[in-house]
């Protein structure tokens, strides 16, 4: 399958993937030929993007790390949890926290439900990003958030429990977001200094929504406190440098700005997932632990499957699969000759290019 904007679907493509709605219900099944009303509903839904089939990669498989309905169970969760505080007094942290109406046993099988099939699941590189509407950013990116780190987590051995901190934290990381003023999260301006003061406290925020359950743990509250700090001092809320940053904290600090660079905001659009790594390759050292960025990057695919690129050569084709540790260079099938022309290459064939080091991706085509 091939991810493709809204404004560059054709008549006639299938859709690849089931669309879920805020609620988890779903909006569209896969496998249904795509109509321009169906593509109406889709933009008035505040989807931009989807999945659809694609008979050059028919044989290719791009996995999901866990499976659609935990995904939108976990969404959901979330979404209560931010509805009952900003439905209630946001003047006091600790009123707001003891109102959410999600039950802790609701929380905890969620959590744990993500970690089994985490657990359960070969190690693989991330290619799919979650189809989001601009309404459900917060829900969506702290469920891909945990997945996210959790992932890096059990790359690097952490026991179980650790990955359940781990997990509890991320997935209540932005809560505190619920709290700021809507015309601070919606301004598509740059924020004043005042404004960017209410933003910077939004992991105290999340940190006392979190304290105030009966599920509260330390270790999942240091995530929760901590995933804005970075590595030479520059973060926030106590500008806590190296070591003295909690490392699960890191993980999901990682976790978190990759989100939120490939997701569209109000002040701008995503990046494409390879712009986001070279981003992270550029500025993660002083941001980051080095190790620590180093397994992330391990399990993010930079093209992912069905992407477009043009290479070094003038060939053009689609990603058909991604190398381990070589997130820059994956395979792609040739299918096209002369950059954007597209001439069907006279013998298509794939090119895996970690072991082709002469040439290289220079462009993303849409």
């Given at each position: 399958?091939?991810?493709?904007?809204?404004?560059?679907?054709?008549?006639?493509?299938?859709?690849?993937?089931?669309?879920?709605?805020?609620?988890?219900?779903?909006?569209?099944?896969?496998?249904?030929?795509?109509?321009?009303?169906?593509?109406?509903?889709?933009?008035?839904?505040?989807?931009?993007?989807?999945?659809?089939?694609?008979?050059?990669?028919?044989?290719?498989?791009?996995?999901?790390?866990?499976?659609?309905?935990?995904?939108?169970?976990?969404?959901?969760?979330?979404?209560?949890?931010?509805?009952?505080?900003?439905?209630?007094?946001?003047?006091?942290?600790?009123?707001?926290?003891?109102?959410?109406?999600?039950?802790?046993?609701?929380?905890?099988?969620?959590?744990?439900?993500?970690?089994?099939?985490?657990?359960?699941?070969?190690?693989?590189?991330?290619?799919?990003?979650?189809?989001?509407?601009?309404?459900?950013?917060?829900?969506?990116?702290?469920?891909?958030?945990?997945?996210?780190?959790?992932?890096?987590?059990?790359?690097?051995?952490?026991?179980?429990?650790?990955?359940?901190?781990?997990?509890?934290?991320?997935?209540?990381?932005?809560?505190?977001?619920?709290?700021?003023?809507?015309?601070?999260?919606?301004?598509?301006?740059?924020?004043?200094?005042?404004?960017?003061?209410?933003?910077?406290?939004?992991?105290?925020?999340?940190?006392?929504?979190?304290?105030?359950?009966?599920?509260?743990?330390?270790?999942?509250?240091?995530?929760?406190?901590?995933?804005?700090?970075?590595?030479?001092?520059?973060?926030?809320?106590?500008?806590?440098a190296g070591k003295s940053i909690n490392p699960l904290a890191q993980i999901a600090g990682i976790a978190d700005v990759y989100d939120a660079m490939t997701s569209?905001?109000?002040?701008?659009?995503?990046?494409q997932p390879h712009e986001a790594v070279e981003v992270l390759l550029s500025q993660g050292e002083e941001l980051f632990d080095v190790s620590?960025?180093?397994?992330?990057?391990?399990?993010?695919?930079?093209?992912?499957?069905?992407?477009?690129?043009?290479?070094?050569?003038?060939?053009?084709?689609?990603?058909?699969?991604?190398?381990?540790?070589?997130?820059?260079?994956?395979?792609?099938?040739?299918?096209?000759?002369?950059?954007?022309?597209?001439?069907?290459?006279?013998?298509?064939?794939?090119?895996?290019?970690?072991?082709?080091?002469?040439?290289?991706?220079?462009?993303?085509?849409?």
């Amino acid at each position: 399958m091939r991810k493709v904007s809204l404004e560059k679907i054709e008549p006639g493509m299938l859709l690849a993937k089931d669309i879920y709605g805020e609620r988890g219900q779903v909006l569209l099944r896969a496998d249904i030929e795509l109509k321009p009303r169906f593509l109406n509903y889709l933009e008035q839904a505040g989807i931009e993007f989807i999945y659809v089939r694609d008979s050059r990669i028919e044989d290719v498989n791009a996995e999901d790390p866990i499976t659609e309905k935990t995904r939108q169970v976990a969404r959901s969760m979330v979404k209560s949890i931010t509805s009952s505080i900003k439905n209630n007094d946001t003047g006091s942290s600790g009123k707001i926290a003891k109102s959410i109406n999600v039950q802790d046993r609701e929380i905890l099988e969620t959590v744990n439900q993500i970690i089994d099939e985490l657990l359960d699941s070969k190690d693989i590189v991330v290619q799919l990003i979650d189809i989001r509407s601009k309404d459900n950013y917060l829900f969506a990116h702290s469920v891909n958030c945990a997945v996210l780190a959790t992932l890096v987590a059990k790359k690097m051995r952490y026991k179980p429990k650790e990955l359940r901190w781990l997990a509890t934290g991320a997935l209540f990381h932005d809560l505190g977001m619920a709290v700021l003023p809507k015309n601070i999260l919606e301004k598509q301006d740059k924020l004043t200094d005042e404004e960017y003061l209410e933003v910077k406290k939004h992991p105290l925020h999340s940190f006392d929504i979190f304290k105030t359950t009966n599920i509260f743990d330390a270790r999942a509250g240091a995530v929760v406190l901590q995933h804005h700090e970075r590595y030479q001092g520059q973060g926030y809320p106590r500008g806590l440098a190296g070591k003295s940053i909690n490392p699960l904290a890191q993980i999901a600090g990682i976790a978190d700005v990759y989100d939120a660079m490939t997701s569209d905001r109000p002040y701008r659009k995503s990046y494409q997932p390879h712009e986001a790594v070279e981003v992270l390759l550029s500025q993660g050292e002083e941001l980051f632990d080095v190790s620590i960025l180093q397994h992330f990057l391990s399990i993010i695919a930079a093209y992912p499957i069905g992407l477009h690129v043009l290479l070094s050569n003038g060939d053009s084709g689609l990603i058909v699969a991604n190398n381990p540790g070589f997130t820059l260079r994956p395979v792609v099938r040739v299918l096209y000759r002369d950059g954007e022309i597209l001439e069907p290459h006279p013998a298509p064939y794939d090119l895996d290019l970690s072991q082709t080091l002469d040439l290289t991706i220079i462009k993303v085509i849409e």
